[in-house]
């Protein structure tokens, strides 16, 4: 074993030691040792303990341990510390800027055990609550894990777009006369995207290829036959696809569906030679255009057949937000900050406050007497609102036995509840199940919120058994959120189409901490036109007079089956 290796063993056990405060004298020895064995100009494997002891920094406990690692390759003590921290937690040490005490504090206070929590932390602002942390540190840790996560090759939709419309903007400039699209994953839409592709056509394309080629659009640029590849300073590949113009639709269609879905239609009596529009491709094959957020496998061609493709939801005809936090618990605006944001830049006609719940300490949850207080501050504020409502809601927890966690007669008080799962998550298929859906007969629920608590590239969300899950949701009138977040997204889309089967409502909600959290409703609705949702069943497309009868009616409903 060379130096480094060991070094960097000794850094870990150093670590690990500060992080769960060990004897500082230790942690210092420790710590000095594996800067001095990182710095030795001869290796240190093949000498005995007593050659060890004598290097300077290496006394007889630290000589012990190396001679240890290098005979098992692992040392009691290192393999002791590593066994109670959870995995997660080891990897937050690698975070360039954060130290062990700072790790002890976001794991402890927060309740964070994974990059991914941490990630998300930073983005709803919640690390400057912790103590040592301000909007810097945030932000340099919130830095450092976006350039990790680029270096997998995996970018979220919502981190790349300015980047990619920027360059679209560029090459359009470069050349105005040519036509120019996105293509692949991108233009569908997804939620994660491993490659930017983009078609062009021309009249002159031997010319418009030598200029986008010479131009340094992006890094590492050069050409595969009449395909330009490349970099973004982001690290996400670039293709840049030349055809001629009479080509440019046929590319344009061949690029931008899944493979499943190009080959169902190239099967049919079809023709893509000289298409004038996309549109006149899909009317070859005897079918109505459809969007490129629903080119996924052949799911919607029997519905292009016949005429009954969805009639996609689009953000304007959003008419409020749902599933909102302000600084009553772990946001950082007023409610009345929100409400007027909403009203007068988002000429919205209602907002849900959401603020945590009493269970969730490091959110600055709500006790009860904080809800009712809350409570009051909504009916002054709905006086003074013209044309506007805030409605009282809140973010329950549901805990692991799956219950709510305030008694019947403050969730009465409601106006309608998000209820989610944020402890505990490590379940199995069955228990994450049986949890979510003894929620979901909860009387008091009305949106069942982030159903898996994923956290995209960073987290997995506990495992469910999505049918079961939704049949229950349609068995209690509960409805499912879409959480707009970009990086959660959850409800996946890929589910959504089953739950609108099962005459499930869904929900778009940015799950706002702070006031242009509101614009995360955009990529909620990408990702529902990706899952085939209409205006007709989206509960935040209902007018004010509407959702006031929603929440209404439900509550009566449901309380009077109990």
Known sequence: MENKPIARKLRLLSQLMELHDANPFKIKSVANAAFKVDKLPFPIAGKNLAELEKIDGIGKSIATKIIELLETESMVELDEFLDKTPKGVVEMMGIKGIGPKKVGIIWHELGIENIGELYYACNENRLVEAKGFGLKTQEDIRKVIEFTMAGLGKHLYAKIEPDANALLEHIKKLIPEIQICFAGDYRRCLEIIDKLVIVVGSKTIENTFHKILTTNLFENTHAIENTIIGNLQSGLSVEIVCVETNNFYKELFTLTGNEEHVRAILNLPSSTEGAKSEEAIYKSAGLHYIEPELREGSTYIINAKDNTLPQLINLSELNGSLHNHSIWSDGINTIEEMALYCRDELKLTYLGMCDHSKSAF????????????????????????????????????????????????????????????????????????????KAIENPYTTILGHPTGRLLLSRDGYPINYTKVIDACAANNVVIEINANPLRLDLDWRWQKYALDKGVWL??????????????????VLVARKGGLTKERCVNSLSLPEIESFFNNRKINKLSKT
């Open 362 to 437: 490091y959110a600055k949850g709500l006790s009860i007497e904080r809800v009712l207080q809350q409570q009051e501050e909504i009916d002054h504020l709905n006086k003074k609102l013209n044309g506007f409502k805030i409605f009282k809601g809140i973010e329950s927890d549901i805990l692991y036995d799956g219950t709510l966690d305030y008694p019947d007669d403050i969730l009465s008080r409601f106006d309608f509840i998000v209820a989610s799962v944020h402890s505990i998550l490590k379940m199995d298929e069955e228990k994450a199940t049986s949890r979510l859906i």
């Open 507 to 524: 929900s778009i909600n940015p799950d706002a901490h702070r006031k242009e959290g509101f614009l995360d409703m955009y990529y909620g």
